[in-house]
């Protein structure tokens, strides 16, 4: 007989692993939970006991192992979603579906998935599909779950955001059509748990607020991250549809509003815009969330400019005929775009937000019942913040208010940029650009120079000047010089930006009809490869540009599209081709940008071309490197290029030309320190109107934008630590982040260590705090975005985290004890809270930290605690007479002992 332990076996350990994901999946971890119940699924290696059951043999037990292998994956499945992987998830939902198609759950999951991916009518095909299948194998309808859903689906309920936050291995909470389920009956989060007092022996750096948190903290803490402020540009759409014979039936009405519907999703795809009914038939469009992008007040704008254009445009009704009289007509819309700070409230199943609140909603509602019909209005703010270039002007007798002018309608010209700044400490740079060009002319072989650094650091504008230095005549010869961009939105083609390099070499314009691309690129085409079949090359290039290949406009919709690996060996050979005419310079902007393929294509370009005089240069923000560290390792030829801050004098001369001063000021100073090196930075500080003692008044919206994409750029964890690094301050230590947080230490270590790689924080060689590790933010815009991301509520708790983990320190630290204190204070009357208990707490906590100053022999920091309980104590507290002589008794022991130290000297 065999015996073996059951630890042996890998069904122990699959249950096991099911198990703990189970736990990790109620709890909302979803990324662990993901990872336990993949663990999990990986033990399978095909059906249980094959070589059994390949024998003839059937077993109970081997269909419930099978169930459950389904329930496992299904919760995976749950876990995935939440964690946003709608469009990874598509294939394997289907796969399963294939083998279980009456598998109600995991075609709730399907359905959720290719509703979000803005696939409805397969959604539906799919519910019908599964109808169809229990009625003709069962004699069944659908359960109550998935004809929820379904409705859900058909009214484009706003509650589907809220994805599927079923319990483990049961049904999904679909949305209810009828409304939120009654209080009694919705799911309450965990009650938290009170922290564990500090013991005495647990003060110190690193110590104090250390302890693992419960599950019901980091419950909490989840809750917390649901709420945040941010700014945000929204685009708010009213239409009304009329009939000739009077009003629309209802049932016109509701096709119209979804055909509506699907038609601004469809617009507003390019743009990045959030669209949310509003209201009947109000539409909302809100840009910045659930990420922020630097340019949303640009993108709301001309995604607004971009819906005028297609309800002008002539085409069919948006409510068709149903066979009445009246005939139906085209809608009379409204439009209106505001800029505002919003409140985002998320479900922690999905990365959408379930709910935008915010003054500029009521504010754009207001204008929107103003705007004549067919109109856009725009407010100030958002004109100012990304209108430049667009062509509006403000709407006469309406303060505050711009539309588009009449002289440029469709707003498509190009976006204002401030004037350059001098060309400063970037002669280092431009040697390493002229060298390689240089060394690529002599040896006439292809290199790759990539030019890496943060927003506004000065690549292009490096970039900029290595061109103008090649088009002077010096040195080789003159290349051709290309240069292309990657748009950060409304891309014509997903070939960006090696599409643009094709348009530079051709004088192809974008968005140029067919009936003009094809003649010009076959012409460029022939005159490259005189000597070969040039079709297949037009066709591919064609397809590169969007346009459909010429083969397949001839031959109707049958042609097919071109294979992705053909239009790449396309561009290969006409760069080559092109190279070996005359050396050519081909510059890549945004790389980052661009898609993962046209990366992978840029990356390995070099050693995949043959001899010819090509330098290839891109530009891109470090974040290139966070998502490809291995850019150009061990690649023939290829160099990374870091453009590094400029130095706080080549900052203050920056800010001094933006200003038009010749010398600097104090408070040009100032602004330096907060530009910290970064060109752009300078000069939007520069053209601030006053850089006080509070920075937070001086960021110009520029700044400010790119801060808040930068930090959406983060992780969900590495985004919440670096906000509790912001509550700590300016200046802030790893284990006073861990009490702030509830983290563990060394998981915070991690992320810190992170945002030091990313350039937002600065390690500080000696720490303040013996034993611990200081960093400091490098740009104060950072800090200040980060706080203001955190709801008031919030704030009150995480300062007062933070005071109690600083009156724990050995070494007390009063200044900043009393700083998280009155900072709590401050925030809590704001918010109406009352702060006579938060008072007392305050002044008792510094009292006890002059004790321990004392105790340790530092009167002047005993003093000093002492003096802020002081400031902190009302004058009606019975305790503050005994503080009064305490206070007096102390210093007037410290100065006595000064006097016998250093006795006074007489003549």
């Given at each position: 007989m065999l015996r073996i332990e059951p630890e042996q076996l890998d069904l122990t350990e699959f249950h096991e692993l099911v198990t703990l994901g189970r736990a990790?999946?109620?709890?909302?971890?979803?990324?662990?939970?993901?990872?336990?119940?993949?663990?999990?699924?990986?033990l399978w290696r095909g059906p249980v006991l094959a070589d059994v059951s390949d024998a003839g043999l059937t077993w109970p037990e081997l269909a419930a192992l099978q169930g459950i292998r389904l329930a496992v994956h299904e919760d995976c499945i749950q876990a995935e979603l939440a964690m946003g992987r709608d469009r990874e998830l598509i294939g394997e939902l289907e796969s399963l579906l294939e083998a279980e198609p009456t598998r109600e759950r995991l075609v709730a999951q399907l359905m959720v998935v290719l509703?979000?991916?803005?696939?409805?009518?397969?959604?539906?095909?799919?519910?019908?599909?599964?109808?169809?299948?229990?009625?003709?194998?069962?004699?069944?309808?659908?359960?109550?779950?998935?004809?929820?859903?379904?409705?859900?689906?058909?009214?484009?309920?706003?509650?589907?955001?809220?994805?599927?936050?079923?319990?483990?291995?049961?049904?999904?909470?679909?949305?209810?059509?009828?409304?939120?389920?009654?209080?009694?009956?919705?799911?309450?989060?965990?009650?938290?748990?009170?922290?564990?007092?500090?013991?005495?022996?647990?003060?110190?750096?690193?110590?104090?607020?250390?302890?693992?948190?419960?599950?019901?903290?980091?419950?909490?803490r989840a809750s917390w991250e649901r709420v945040e402020r941010r700014p945000a540009s929204v685009v708010m759409v009213r239409a009304r549809w009329t009939a000739d014979g009077g009003t629309l039936a209802p049932e016109r009405v509701d096709l119209a509003v979804k055909e509506l519907t699907a038609g601004i999703r469809r617009e507003m795809a390019p743009f990045g815009g959030h669209v949310r009914r509003a209201f009947g038939s109000v539409w909302l469009v809100v840009f910045g969330v659930p990420r922020a992008h630097e340019d949303d007040a640009e993108r709301a704008l001309r995604a607004a400019l971009a819906l005028r254009r297609h309800f002008e445009a002539p085409g069919p009704a948006s409510g068709p005929a149903t066979g009445t009289s009246a005939t139906a007509t085209r809608p009379v819309t409204h439009l209106v775009v505001g800029t505002g700070e919003v409140v985002v409230t998320y479900d922690d199943s999905a990365p959408e937000p379930v709910e935008v609140t915010g003054q500029v909603l009521d504010a754009c509602h207001h204008l929107l019942l103003q705007v004549p019909r067919g109109e856009l209005w725009a407010a100030d703010s958002t004109v100012e913040a990304g209108g430049a270039g667009l062509g509006f002007a403000p709407v006469p007798g309406v303060p505050g208010v711009h539309r588009p002018a009449p002289s440029?309608?469709?707003?498509?010209?190009?976006?204002?940029?401030?004037?350059?700044?001098?060309?400063?400490?970037?002669?280092?740079?431009?040697?390493?650009?002229?060298?390689?060009?240089?060394?690529?002319?002599?040896?006439?072989?292809?290199?790759?120079?990539?030019?890496?650094?943060?927003?506004?650091?000065?690549?292009?504008?490096?970039?900029?000047?290595?061109?103008?230095?090649?088009?002077?005549?010096?040195?080789?010869?003159?290349?051709?010089?290309?240069?292309?961009?990657?748009?950060?939105?409304?891309?014509?083609?997903?070939?960006?930006?090696?599409?643009?390099?094709?348009?530079?070499?051709?004088?192809?314009?974008a968005g140029a009809p067919a009936a003009v691309v094809l003649p010009a690129l076959t012409g460029v085409v022939r005159g490259l490869f005189p000597h070969a079949a040039t079709g297949p090359i037009v066709t591919a290039l064609a397809a590169c540009l969007g346009l459909p290949a010429p083969a397949a406009s001839a031959q109707g919709p049958d042609g097919g599209a071109v294979p992705r690996e053909e239009v790449l060996g396309a561009l290969r050979q006409f760069l080559e081709e092109a190279?070996?005419?005359?050396?050519?310079?081909?510059?890549?902007?945004?790389?980052?940008?661009?898609?993962?393929?046209v990366r992978s294509f840029v990356e390995d370009l070099t050693v995949r071309l043959g001899p010819v005089a090509l330098l290839l240069i891109a530009g891109a923000r470090s974040e290139l490197l966070h998502t490809r560290p291995s850019w150009g390792c061990a690649k023939r030829r290829s160099v990374l290029l870091h453009v590094a801050p400029l130095s706080t004098a080549a900052t203050a001369a920056v800010i001094g030309a933006a200003a038009g001063r010749r010398h600097p000021t104090p408070a040009d100073d100032r602004r330096a320190a907060l530009a910290d090196g970064n060109p752009l930075f300078a000069q939007a500080y520069a053209r601030a109107a006053d850089v006080g003692a509070d920075p937070a008044a001086a960021h110009p919206p520029a700044v400010l934008a790119v801060a808040a994409a930068q930090l959406d750029g983060l992780d969900r964890t590495a985004r919440s630590v670096l906000r509790d690094a912001a509550v700590v301050g300016g200046t802030l230590w790893r284990g006073a982040v861990a009490a702030v947080s509830r983290r563990d230490p060394e998981e915070v270590g991690r992320?810190?260590?992170?945002?030091?790689?990313?350039?937002?924080?600065?390690?500080?060689?000696?720490?303040?705090?013996?034993?611990?590790?200081e960093y400091a933010f490098r740009y104060a815009v950072s800090r200040y975005v980060a706080l203001a991301q955190l709801p008031g509520r919030v704030l009150v708790e995480r300062h007062l985290r933070a005071a109690d983990w600083a009156a724990l320190l050995d070494v007390p630290r009063p200044g900043l004890l009393a700083f998280h204190y009155d900072r709590a204070i401050a925030l809590a009357e704001a918010d109406g809270t009352p702060v006579e208990a938060m008072e007392r707490r305050a002044w008792e906590a510094l009292v006890g930290a002059s004790a321990r100053a004392a105790a340790a022999g530092d009167d002047a920091l005993a003093v000093s605690c002492l003096d802020h309980a002081l400031d902190r104590c009302p004058p009606g507290e019975p305790e503050r007479v005994w503080l009064v002589t305490h206070h007096h008794r102390i210093r007037d022991s410290l100065g006595t002992r000064a006097h016998r130290r250093h006795p006074a000297v007489t003549g």
């Open positions: 990790r999946l109620a709890a909302g971890d979803w990324t662990q939970a993901s990872e336990l119940l993949r663990r999990a699924l990986g509703y979000n991916c803005g696939r409805q009518p397969e959604a539906l095909d799919r519910y019908r599909r599964t109808r169809d299948l229990l009625a003709d194998r069962f004699g069944l309808e659908p359960g109550r779950d998935l004809r929820r859903l379904q409705r859900a689906i058909l009214s484009h309920d706003p509650a589907l955001a809220l994805r599927l936050t079923a319990a483990p291995g049961g049904a999904a909470d679909f949305p209810s059509p009828t409304g939120p389920r009654s209080e009694a009956a919705a799911p309450q989060p965990p009650r938290p748990r009170p922290a564990p007092a500090a013991r005495a022996g647990d003060r110190g750096a690193g110590r104090a607020g250390t302890t693992d948190a419960p599950a019901a903290e980091h419950a909490l440029r309608p469709d707003g498509r010209g190009s976006s204002g940029h401030p004037a350059e700044p001098p060309f400063l400490e970037r002669t280092h740079e431009l040697n390493l650009l002229c060298g390689a060009y240089r060394d690529t002319v002599r040896r006439q072989l292809p290199h790759l120079v990539t030019v890496l650094g943060e927003p506004g650091i000065g690549k292009t504008r490096l970039i900029g000047e290595f061109a103008a230095s090649l088009r002077d005549g010096t040195g080789p010869p003159t290349p051709r010089v290309l240069h292309a961009g990657t748009p950060a939105f409304d891309a014509h083609t997903p070939y960006e930006p090696l599409a643009g390099v094709v348009r530079a070499y051709t004088g192809i314009r190279a070996a005419d005359r050396p050519l310079v081909v510059v890549l902007d945004d790389l980052h940008r661009a898609a993962d393929f992320s810190l260590e992170l945002l030091e790689s990313r350039e937002l924080l600065r390690r500080v060689r000696r720490s303040g705090v013996p034993g611990d590790v």
